[in-house]
């Protein structure tokens, strides 16, 4: 916060020398002279400091969506993720935390959605951005793929309030997954790796935030199930006029 007010000051200093750039004045006189106009009008440094927030989060958005062909391969066909509805045409992809609140409000949409339509392949990408007990879950979550459970594991753990990593073997237990194997495979280097990769891929697209929803070249922050469901409907009409 110091950080921007300082940039925000520096800015605000240079334009102000730029508008009166005809007078001159000593660097000191013109110091006091901006010192004394932000003592009196702090409300201005707020106001900069949104705008340029609001400018620098636009740019980011930006520069990500650019980013989105170059990352193409490892956001949709990575074969580590989970993938519900594979033979899909229309391809989406979600960053999610299992601790994450938006992300337990937006799950039991998601299911449905993917149940509703057969055509959404859905990958699911694992961004644990809430401490340990999300990357316990995660790793239970992964280490079970090959057991055929991972959708309904998945809104399990989901809609598990006080998430851990007894409450992840538990309900892993209860939907008949081998816990064991499980997890032994979830804490294998191969899973360590794959989250690192995950959460790398996530810093590259400048994605901060869960869950982040990606379809196509569009970038869907928070859980917007109604923006998510018009551009897969966008995606699908595109489909069409192209067939």
């Known amino acids: 916060m110091l950080a921007r007010t300082l940039t925000v000051a520096v800015a605000l200093a240079s334009t102000l020398a730029l508008n009166a750039c005809a007078q001159p004045r000593t660097d000191e006189a013109f110091g006091q002279k901006v010192r004394a106009y932000l003592l009196e009008h702090p409300e201005v440094l707020v106001e900069v400091s949104a705008k340029l927030e609001e400018k620098q989060k636009i740019q980011a958005a930006v520069k990500a969506r650019a980013s989105l062909g170059q990352y193409r391969q490892a ?6 993720d989970f993938v519900a509805n594979p033979a899909g045409t229309i391809t989406v992809v979600e960053f999610f935390d299992y601790r994450c609140s938006y992300c337990k409000l937006a799950a039991p949409e998601v299911v449905k959605l993917i149940q509703a339509n057969p055509d959404v392949r859905f990958v699911f990408k694992d961004f644990v951005i809430f401490g340990r007990d999300s990357e316990a879950a995660a790793r239970i979550f992964l280490g079970a793929r090959s057991q055929g ?6 809104q399990r753990l989901m809609a598990e309030k006080s998430l851990d990593m007894a409450a992840a073997l538990r309900i892993a237990r209860e939907i008949g997954v081998d816990v064991d194997k499980a997890k032994t495979a979830g804490e294998a280097e191969a899973v ?3 989250l690192a990769d995950v959460h790398g891929l996530a810093q590259a697209l400048a994605i901060e935030g869960t869950p982040a929803f990606i379809i196509g070249d569009k970038i869907i922050p928070g859980a917007d199930m109604q923006a998510l469901r018009r551009a897969i409907d966008e995606a699908r009409l595109a489909r069409s006029r192209k067939a």
Do not use: G
């Open 149 to 154: 459970k991972s959708l309904v594991l998945h």
């Open 75 to 80: 956001l949709e066909r990575d074969p580590r």
């Open 192 to 194: 360590s790796q794959h």
